[in-house]
């Protein structure tokens, strides 16, 4: 399916991209409004038709606003971490270095139930559901995740993961 997209929607989804990828938050439609000169209503409009697209997602919350999917990225056809740096990855309990495009937390309602999303850049098929594998930590947070797959998709290189460890250090 091609996507084509008017002049203000395209506008939306730079800024959506390009903010995000500074500020690693969501992107407020107040803070899309003021990049592209309109009001945040107009500007909700753009990203509900985004959304339904598939190229930025909705982020509730008092942190909430929106945020790139991978979508985006290849439909702009950029990296969606240009200075991304390797993460650890154990695998069978050997560490490998690789590039995390993105972590994005499925289901966190509950702790036994806490379900992560992980895409990543390179081919992925040295993995299998059931593998325990453990990320991070992240160049930002410090996150470590860690799990077992539950599930793969080769095409995408993203695999689904029944998180088991989630850790990140005390911020004061």
Not at 5 to 11: D, E, F, G, N, Y
Not at 78 to 91: K, Y
Not at 125 to 134: A, K, N, Q, R, T
Request: charged share 25%.
């Amino acid at each position: 399916m091609e996507i084509e997209l008017t002049r203000r929607q395209m506008a939306v989804l730079e800024v959506v991209v390009d903010q995000y990828r500074a500020s690693e938050s969501a992107v407020t439609a107040e803070e899309i409004g003021d990049s592209v000169d309109r009001h945040s209503g107009t500007i909700r409009k753009e990203t509900q038709s985004l959304q339904a697209l598939d190229l930025i997602e909705g982020i509730t919350g008092p942190k909430g606003g929106y945020k790139p999917t991978v979508e985006a990225y290849r439909f702009l056809d950029r990296q969606s971490f240009d200075t991304a740096e390797n993460l650890t990855l154990a695998h069978d309990y050997t560490r490998i270095d690789v590039t995390v495009a993105e972590i994005d937390f499925t289901s966190v309602n509950h702790p036994d139930q806490c379900h992560a999303q992980v895409a990543f850049r390179e081919p992925i098929d040295d993995f299998d559901v059931g593998d325990p594998i453990l990320i991070g930590p992240t160049p930002n947070s410090e996150l470590v995740v860690g799990g077992e797959i539950t599930t793969i998709d080769h095409q995408t290189n993203e695999l689904q993961l029944s998180v088991s460890q989630l850790e990140a250090p005390l911020t004061t």
